[in-house]
């Protein structure tokens, strides 16, 4: 392995980086584009790089051999980090995808997502890391790990109330904290699909006839699905 990209900017993403860095002969840090925090000690020793969840990842191919990449995954919203390692597992099968999960359910769905391993953010430590990377795990995709792991569902809900949202955008939502769920996509009316964290996602209000695509374990979709109307 000869890259490790790390995407978050905060002190995990920052701790990983100080503890690999004698391992690999680049060592990446992308920040999101609408990050404001500044960490301008750490930011001098690692190569930082802008990206959006809504991102294609043409300039990870251009720029790295992905072949001979690790990715970690720690952002600290549980729902971005999940639909990051979502997109980053659809996009590249065999890589290996290292997320941080902050407990026991954010750390189930980042294995559902398709993350080759999920480290808890109490184990961050050097050791923990080192013994990883010594023995990765075998990538899953995301659908053996839905059929492994019954308890956890994905599901599309169709939106017959739309009042209770206030016209909020998708993307301005806590999921995990108000519904227990986490949103990954919306399907509209005319059968296009956009994930919450693209551009369009962002500038369209959420309206009655559409149909989100949603994680979560059963009982808390069910819940979810009674609030707004009918599963598809």
Not at 72 to 99: H, P
Request: charge should be negative.
């Amino acid at each position: 392995m000869k890259n490790a990209l790390i995407f978050g900017y905060n002190d995990y993403a920052f701790e990983i980086a100080k503890n690999i860095s004698s391992t690999y002969e680049n060592v990446c840090i992308f920040k999101l584009h609408d990050d404001k925090s500044s960490l301008a000690k750490e930011q001098e020793k690692y190569k930082i790089y802008g990206f959006d969840l809504s991102d294609d990842w043409d300039e990870i191919v251009n720029d790295f051999d992905v072949s001979e990449s690790i990715v970690f995954c720690t952002l600290e919203d549980i729902a971005k980090n999940v639909f990051l390692t979502i997109s980053l597992r659809d996009t590249f099968k065999d890589l290996i995808i290292i997320s941080i999960a902050q407990g026991k359910e954010s750390a189930s769905k980042l294995e559902l997502a398709g993350a080759s391993r999920v480290i808890p953010t109490t184990e961050t430590t050097a050791k923990i890391i080192v013994d990883m990377l010594e023995k990765p795990v075998v990538t899953k995709v995301l659908h053996s790990i839905l059929y492994e792991q019954n308890d956890l569902q994905i599901a599309q809900i169709k939106v017959n109330k739309n009042n209770i949202f206030d016209d909020k955008y998708p993307a301005d939502i806590n999921w995990s904290r108000e519904y227990k769920i986490i949103l990954l996509s919306v399907v509209y009316e005319d059968m296009s699909q956009e994930f919450i964290y693209s551009n369009k996602a962002k500038h369209h209000p959420i309206q009655s006839g559409d149909i989100f695509v949603v994680v979560g374990y059963d009982k808390d979709i069910i819940n979810f699905e009674q609030l707004l109307g009918s599963r598809v």
